[in-house]
């Protein structure tokens, strides 16, 4: 059973670019959600995506947004790259909303020169 | 707003040794919670999932206990290998559907 797919696995991206990142989650699932990971902030959330509706954000500025087609793909784009964007982006995949646990994807890791 | 600490930050420890990771969060109104491992660079791992109405789940050589009315949970690794080394973190999903995750705890077991 194919876990959670992540594309690409690194990126470098200049300052001001906008960048889009790809999520597939596990066969059945439909639920995505995002998460950043940086050495200082940790793993924060970035926002859920459940039967093509974004179901919930935390707190990002505008910049960050996605979307989840109807085979439950997720993508999510950043634009106006800034150098504190550089960060591990992670996508997860769950059966449905809430209570059925999570499986990451490996990642994609974006570093902003 | 929910919070999670995880004790220790760092832990060096023998193969062979058993080992208890704690976790703390602050807010019991909780869904479940979830133990993960990560690797140097990598993805995370799910390793156990504790429903909020049970109280332990066990999976080969861990075991993670969840007390949600003193908001704690810990990971206990029995007869730790190398290849156990590595960052646990401990997660809280709460309404919302979102993951919070403690700052977790870097395990090095030496040969």
């Known amino acids: 059973k194919a876990g959670v797919t992540q594309t690409p696995r690194y990126l470098i991206k200049t300052r001001g670019q906008q960048v889009t990142l790809s999520c597939s989650p596990i066969?059945?699932?439909?639920?995505v959600s995002w998460y950043q990971q940086t050495p200082g902030q940790g793993l924060q959330f970035l926002f859920e995506?459940?039967?093509?509706?974004?179901?919930n954000k935390g707190n990002f500025p505008g910049r960050f947004s996605g979307r989840q087609f109807s085979n439950s793909r997720s993508e999510m784009n950043v634009s106006t790259l800034e150098l504190g964007d550089s960060a591990l982006y992670l996508c997860?995949?769950?059966?449905?909303?809430?209570?059925?646990?999570?499986?990451f994807g490996s990642g994609t890791r974006l570093t902003v020169v | 707003k929910q919070e999670v600490t995880q004790i220790p930050a760092a832990l060096s420890v023998p193969e062979g040794e058993n080992l208890v990771l704690n976790c703390s969060f602050t807010?019991?109104?909780?869904?479940?919670l979830q133990w993960f491992r990560q690797d140097p660079g990598k993805g995370l791992t799910s390793l156990l999932l504790?429903?909020?109405?049970?109280r332990e789940q066990t999976s080969g050589r861990l075991n993670a206990s969840l007390d949600k009315s003193s908001g704690r949970s810990t990971l206990y690794i029995a007869a730790s290998q190398p290849g156990d080394s590595a960052t646990y973190l401990c997660?809280?999903?709460?309404?919302?559907?979102?993951?919070?995750f403690g700052e977790g705890t870097q395990l090095t077991v030496n040969p």
């Open positions: 997860a995949s769950s059966l449905y909303l809430g209570d059925y646990g999570y499986t």
């Open positions: 066969s059945g699932h439909r639920s």
């Open positions: 995506y459940f039967s093509e509706t974004q179901r």
């Open positions: 807010d019991s109104a909780i869904y479940n």
């Open positions: 504790i429903q909020s109405s049970q």
């Open positions: 997660a809280v999903e709460t309404s919302g559907s979102r993951l919070t």
